[in-house]
């Protein structure tokens, strides 16, 4: 239902690549209405969570692993988006460290999203960007508006079944539907280097630390799945 455009690749597999049936995503929201600007990337990794193990769609019949991590106030229930039941919407108050803290306190959470920003290296709590860096495998920088500034890959709908979830915000479905030839029908994001095999993971969310910044963390998270063993 999607086409995607990302450097010589041409598979959603590029995004988020050797996803297995222990990962799950995390997007950070700083604004409203902005898990649209990722919602093709969630609906990948909603593919990609039951791909990996088909006996989700029928036999458990599990809600996709889908956290969402709102930054100082909740900005709207994410329910279409799959993100269920309500305990995996965690809103977030204070500053960068306690963004990373939850993002790891949730444990299994082995790829990310999050609003583009600039960079910048912020201080956390000892060890906790070792945690972050051991486990997350990719990281994906979006943008609220669905257009992320100098994208490296496009994410493009060829059924119009993707914009189902989008207008089924709670509370919005009216700017939802209004938006949506703009938000949905692509979704640029930003990847660092995205043909060297390695992902400089996410420009980081404005809000998380002074003068818009996030920690430079970010920039040392591996492109591509998971190790081999």
């Given amino acids: 239902m999607c086409n995607l455009v990302i450097g010589p690749a041409h598979a959603s597999t590029d995004i988020f690549p050797k996803w297995n049936s222990h990962d799950r995503l995390g997007v950070v929201i700083n604004a409203p209405l902005g898990g649209l600007g990722a919602s093709h990337l969630i609906q990948i990794a909603t593919t990609s969570f039951y791909d990996a193990k088909p006996s989700r769609r029928a036999e458990r019949k599990v809600y996709p692993e889908i956290y969402s991590f709102h930054l100082g106030r909740g900005y709207g229930a994410h329910a279409p988006f799959d993100v269920w039941p309500q305990r995996r919407e965690k809103i977030i108050v204070g500053d960068h460290r306690d963004m990373l803290d939850a993002i790891n306190d949730c444990g299994g959470i082995t790829r990310l999203a999050i609003p583009g920003g600039p960079f910048h290296n912020l201080p956390h709590i000892p060890k906790e960007e070792d945690a972050a860096l051991d486990r997350i495998v990719t990281a994906v920088a979006y943008?609220?508006?669905?257009?992320?500034?100098?994208?490296?890959?496009?994410?493009?709908?060829?059924?119009?079944?993707?914009?189902?979830?989008?207008?089924?915000?709670?509370?919005?479905?009216?700017a939802a539907s209004t938006a949506s030839d703009e938000l949905t029908p692509?979704?640029?994001?930003?990847?660092?280097?995205?043909?060297?095999?390695?992902?400089?993971?996410?420009?980081?969310?404005?809000?998380?630390?002074?003068?818009?910044?996030?920690?430079?963390?970010?920039?040392?998270?591996?492109?591509g799945g998971h190790p081999q063993s």
């Avoid at 890959?153 to 979830?165: C, H, P, Q, V």
């Avoid at 930003?190 to 420009?203: A, H, L, Q, S, Y």
């Fill in 143 to 174: 943008s609220t508006s669905g257009r992320t500034h100098e994208a490296d890959f496009s994410i493009t709908r060829n059924d119009r079944r993707t914009e189902y979830n989008p207008t089924r915000v709670p509370a919005t479905r009216r």
């Fill in 186 to 223: 692509t979704t640029q994001c930003r990847c660092p280097n995205p043909t060297i095999g390695r992902k400089d993971v996410m420009p980081p969310v404005p809000p998380l630390g002074p003068s818009g910044h996030l920690p430079g963390w970010h920039g040392r998270i591996r492109r």
